[in-house]
């Protein structure tokens, strides 16, 4: 136990440039043990998953932005700290912040984030945690995050729905506290978008004949009329195998089939396929959704330091808030002040082509259409931000 | 038998003779392989000349006899003959080239390598690698100052514009202009330089004396936000008083009064309207459509579009050849 703790507390650090006249430090804590990164997790590849550790984004960005480092006069040095329980991450917050970071970057879960967020005045930019919760009860007024929020996945999809007129969904979702979290979000989004649920019902991985109401796709399919079944699975071993096996002749939609997320490796427009490049360089693996999330954060510190080359921290704090970021989606993207949410167009795919956008043509917002996509402003789901 | 033969190839060549010195627009298309060549006089589509892959930038040659075009994926640019209109040959250009431009000498070609990170000296005689630089990434626009001693190029990553002093080879200053610079232009006898900021709905001038940004020029489009004016394209008349800048997903062209520093006209082009060309009168402008695959020609005098013709897939840049 106590070697692990050891282990854990350990710093993998590396300084990426010397101590130039300013330098921001920054710490990104991940899990010490992190079960989706295991070698069989990752060969599964599942859309939506993370490809490999946060840290393989953070410093692309970091080590590309020399030239902007330069040209501003100042520095970015980033450590990673692996924790191995939610105490661990919350002293390693604080013990990073003791030390002179500035800026705190997070992919871990919903709680140990909450609990790093709480236990520092630093900015922390979650890079790696979709749950709305950390948007909505359990936001705070330091917490950003760069990572789309379930609920924004699940417009995004609603959307494309709304655009191909496949009005009528069933909805299948996996057993896990996450499943049911998020089936709630797919539920929303439904409603927000004026599609109707036309069943909803609960499936189980199994191969017990006894169960196979649960877990036969078929069955699960059969005697409903629909346009497109959305799946919510958030291990992904079920979805993956259900397009094609459907009752009817209906495209899946969710975590297999046609699924929202953040990036692509595929996506060809806007220099994607620039980043994507420089990325399986310096990685060796194709750049996931968390990838592109990690790399935008590293990209939020860099802007936040030429905007403010001298700092303080204070300084680069307000930055971080305020600037607008390049994620080579084609626009702009900053954070929605009423929730730290990133705004950001989502990206439309079935893991081999990004067929479309969201928001999609034609969906109107009075200020910015990116905010069709989550919580928008007068909903006021995050009372440390209003 | 032996006359008729002859009279009928002197006639052919007669006829040939008089097609190629008709003026003719290139337009090169990533997805293509493939130039489209359009006549100017009936705008609509006279065929298309196999080049090499992911072509994109295109310049002519100092000779004005040679066109070259840039291809992503050949690492390399096709030397196409004006007169025969056919590829005479092959200049390498490093890994993944973008866009290029010529020493005022015509020896030396600077070209911006997108994936490296860096801008290339090429010898064009020998089609040696002569020299390169590391620049930010993503490099893309690339201009040599008329007195033949800078070269400038932006990084759309750093958002900065590189001030590269040809012979030392030296990054002498990086201008940091606005979010995604793409293309440049020189206005007032070269003193300024015209950046676009695709990100930032901007231009960005620069003094060149200096290398300081004197002016932000914004754009605004009625009925579009401030996210969707996406300018890429620059085009400036010879006597520096007009500029015109493709507006990207605002769909627009903006003509600008170089001096006053103003937005005179908008005139509505395609979808992602971004690579813009004058003709040797500056009276027509060719807009690049990037998103409906198309060209729109636009009057200059009137500010108007006199047609919108469809060219290749993913259309990139306009070359009138007159």
């Not at chain 1, 693996?285 to 954060?297: E, I, L, N, S």
Request: proline fraction near 5%; charged fraction near 20%.
């Amino acid at each position: 136990m106590k070697l692990r703790a050891a282990l854990a507390a350990l710093a993998v650090g590396a300084v990426l440039l010397p101590a130039a006249a300013a330098t921001l430090r920054a710490t990104l804590i991940v899990p010490a043990d992190d079960a989706r990164l295991e070698r069989t997790r990752l060969e599964r590849a599942y859309l939506g998953h993370p490809g490999g550790p946060a840290r393989d984004g953070v410093q692309l960005a970091l080590d590309e932005a020399r030239f902007e480092l330069d040209a501003a006069g100042s520095a970015v040095a980033l450590d990673s700290v692996g924790a191995a329980t939610l105490d661990a991450a919350r002293a390693a917050a604080q013990q990073a912040e003791k030390a002179g970071a500035a800026v705190l970057l997070t992919d871990l879960p919903a709680d140990w984030t909450r609990s790093v967020a709480e236990a520092v005045k630093l900015p922390v930019l979650n890079v790696g945690n979709a749950a709305d919760a950390l948007r909505q009860a359990d936001c705070r007024a330091n917490l950003w995050h760069l990572l789309p929020s379930e609920r924004m996945r699940a417009d995004a999809l609603a959307q494309a729905l709304v655009a191909r007129r496949w009005s009528n969904v069933l909805l299948l979702s996996g057993p896990s506290a996450s499943d049911a979290t998020r089936a709630a979000a797919a539920q929303a989004a439904l409603k927000r978008y004026g599609l109707k649920l036309v069943a909803s019902k609960p499936f189980k991985l199994s191969a017990d004949p006894r169960e196979r109401e649960l877990a036969n796709p078929l069955l699960l399919t059969g005697g409903a009329a629909y346009d497109a079944v959305w799946v919510v699975d958030s291990d992904g071993e079920f979805a993956r195998a259900l397009p094609y096996r459907t009752a009817l002749p209906r495209p899946v939609v969710g975590d297999a089939g046609l699924t929202a997320l953040a990036w692509h490796a595929q996506f060809e427009r806007f220099g994607a396929p620039q980043v994507v490049r420089r990325f399986a360089k310096a990685a060796q693996r194709p750049m996931t959704a968390h990838d592109w999330a990690a790399w935008v954060g590293g990209r939020a510190l860099v802007a936040a330091v030429v905007a403010a080359p001298k700092g303080p921290a204070v300084a680069w704090a307000k930055a971080l808030a305020g600037n607008d970021l390049d994620g080579s989606k084609g626009v702009t993207l900053s954070f929605r002040a009423w929730d730290g949410q990133l705004r950001q167009p989502l990206l439309l795919t079935d893991g081999q082509a990004v067929v479309g956008s969201a928001p999609v043509d034609g969906i109107l917002h009075p200020r910015n259409a990116l905010d069709t996509l989550g919580a928008d402003a007068p909903e006021r789901l995050c009372k440390a931000r209003s | 038998m032996n006359k008729p033969c002859c009279i009928a190839l002197a006639a052919l060549a007669l006829l040939a003779g008089h097609a190629l010195a008709a003026p003719v627009v290139y337009i090169s298309s990533e997805k293509d392989n493939a130039l489209t060549l359009v006549d100017p006089a009936t705008l609509t589509v006279q065929g298309t000349l196999a080049t090499c892959k992911r072509p994109r930038h295109m310049q002519l040659m100092p000779d004005g006899k040679r066109l070259l075009v840039a291809c992503g994926e050949s690492h390399a640019a096709d030397i196409i003959d004006l007169a025969t209109r056919q590829s005479v040959g092959r200049l390498p250009l490093g890994d993944d080239p973008e866009a290029f431009d010529i020493a005022p000498d015509g020896k030396t070609l600077f070209v911006s390598n997108e994936d490296e990170g860096t801008l290339s000296y090429i010898d064009i005689a020998s089609g040696k690698a002569l020299k390169s630089v590391a620049v930010g990434k993503e490099p893309e626009g690339v201009k040599v100052a008329p007195d033949g001693k800078t070269v400038y190029v932006t990084s759309e990553v750093a958002g900065l514009v590189h001030a590269i002093d040809i012979a030392t080879a030296k990054v002498v200053k990086n201008i940091k202009v606005g979010k995604r610079p793409r293309r440049m232009a020189f206005a007032a006898d070269g003193a300024e330089l015209w950046v676009t900021n695709e990100l930032d709905a901007s231009v960005s001038i620069v003094a060149t004396k200096d290398h300081s940004v004197v002016h932000t020029l914004r754009f605004e489009v009625p009925g579009a936000r401030a996210a969707d004016i996406t300018p890429v394209g620059i085009a400036i008349t010879r006597d520096g008083a007009r500029a015109f800048v493709g507006l990207g997903r605002a769909n627009h062209v903006a003509f600008v009064d170089v001096r006053a520093r103003k937005v005179t006209q908008l005139v509505l082009a395609g979808k992602r309207a971004w690579n813009v060309s004058l003709d040797k009168a500056e009276a027509r402008l060719y807009v690049i459509n990037g998103l409906s695959d198309d060209m729109t020609v636009i009057d200059v005098a009137a500010a108007k579009a006199l047609k919108t013709v469809p060219v290749g897939r993913v259309p990139y840049q306009a070359v009138v050849v007159e």
